[in-house]
């Protein structure tokens, strides 16, 4: 009949996938560089993390500042392998993300994202890690304000960040939102310092000359 589709129903293709808006490396290294420069400050760490937490965040600032991006990234997966290790104090949520990722052993069959097409696999992620972020976030702003540091030009941005993410999906506004207060948070808390860098203790006063 006239008007009747060529091909039976059912046999449409889908449409092509959306492609995923690429992430500048310099973004993703802020992402983490920043609070994980918090996470070395919180007050668990008695005022001097360990240097073998120091030395790896030192490093990827460097390498950040010299635009090293795989330089700053590597440095940050070895902090994140450090900060894993169980001689440290517990490391609140959620700064205990930064860690790296060591899950359980399961049968696939226990994942469900495994079940999940790829698109919708990446929505997932995609939307834990926005969620993580803005939680991060968060914390670090309370943890600066705790610390005296300015923030109160921070608190519009993040509510407005949070209604954002409200939304479905993660929309570009979020991180345009997001990083802005990542710089302003790596620009304010200072970094941390391991025991030997806290400098000399003061000098004892001199005593009183002996009467003769």
Known sequence: MPGAPNRPPGNTPPPPP???VAVPPEK???RRLAPSRVTLSLDIWRGAPS??????LERAEAAYTAGDWREATSQLDALAVRLHEPRWPTIPEPFRS???AIPFPQPPQWN????MAPADREAVHDRKTAELQLSLA?????FAGAKNLETADLAAPIERAAAVLAGPGVDPAFYELI???WEAIRARVPMPKPPGARGPPPAAAPSPPEEA
């Open 138 to 142: 968060r914390s670090s702003i309370e």
């Open 98 to 100: 930064l860690r790296v």
């Open 28 to 30: 993703k290294v802020l």
């Open 179 to 181: 990083d802005p207060i």
């Open 112 to 115: 469900p994202e495994l079940q």
């Open 18 to 20: 959306v492609p995923a």
């Open 51 to 56: 240097s073998d937490l120091v030395a790896p």
